[in-house]
T-cell receptor, first 114, second 110 residues
Framework: GAVVSQHPSRVICKSGTSVKIECRSL??????MFWYRQFPKKSLMLMAT?????????EQGVEKDKFLINHASLTLSTLTVTSAHPEDSSFYIC??????????FGQGTRLTVV | QKEVEQNSGPLSVPEGAIASLNCTYS??????FFWYRQYSGKSPELIMF????GDKEDGRFTAQLNKASQYVSLLIRDSQPSDSATYLC??????????FGAGTQVVVTP
């Protein structure tokens, strides 16, 4: 199956700083990627749809100025958590797919804000 | 009302037995349904998907879909300790965009 690589796998940052997470499709071009967030023992919640060459589409309740998404190429989408706070600590997962039959997930990024 | 609902468990299953997981969804127009397995701290991995009413078998796994009842299930036969994980039911909302249930934790006991 298709491979999606996410980096970093873990990051600890200080409150008030910004953190960038990368999501790459390694063997296919992804015009659309998706960013999810998962709190402990909770389900994946879609945050936004990342569209190559255009603005991301955010789900209701997700602050677009806090979670900046850039999809500058067909193989790379980035999520930047700006001015991170402890409540932003979560597991962030990206996904992409080369068909409509399934989503290929990155390895996930465990963000801890201290 | 949650769009995709699952029993959170934990579902305790003896090794070698059948684990039965259930999922209901609210959008009657949903067309494709997925089961993912997620180990603690890891990303979900696809087990199987189903589009048509009825059963679909893949190895030890069987997915069952009943669109009239808006119900999809997953059976795991001959459960192994390595099957201990959280199982996520997902509905494809649109191209590549999924709505996930909260997941059912399965614990297979030796």
């Amino acid at each position: 199956g298709a491979v999606v690589s996410q980096h970093p796998s873990r990051v600890i940052c200080k409150s008030g700083t910004s953190v960038k997470i990368e999501c790459r499709s390694l063997d296919f071009q992804a015009t659309t990627m998706f960013w999810y967030r998962q709190f402990p023992k909770k389900s994946l919640m879609l945050m936004a749809t990342s569209n190559e060459g255009s603005k991301a589409t955010y789900e209701q309740g997700v602050e677009k100025d806090k979670f900046l998404i850039n999809h500058a190429s067909l193989t790379l989408s980035t999520l930047t958590v700006t001015s991170a706070h402890p409540e932003d600590s979560s597991f962030y997962i990206c996904s992409a797919g080369d068909t409509n039959t399934e989503a290929f997930f990155g390895q996930g990024t465990r963000l801890t804000v201290v | 009302q949650k769009e995709v609902e699952q029993n959170s468990g934990p579902l305790s299953v003896p090794e070698g037995a059948i684990a039965s997981l259930n999922c209901t969804y609210s959008d009657r127009g949903s067309q494709s349904f997925f089961w993912y397995r997620q180990y603690s701290g890891k990303s979900p991995e696809l087990i199987m998907f189903i589009y048509s009413n009825g059963d679909k078998e893949d190895g030890r796994f069987t997915a069952q879909l009943n669109k009239a009842s808006q119900y999809v299930s997953l059976l795991i036969r001959d459960s192994q300790p390595s099957d201990s994980a959280t199982y996520l039911c997902a509905v494809n909302r649109s191209w590549g965009k999924f709505q996930f249930g909260a997941g059912t934790q399965v614990v297979v006991t030796p």
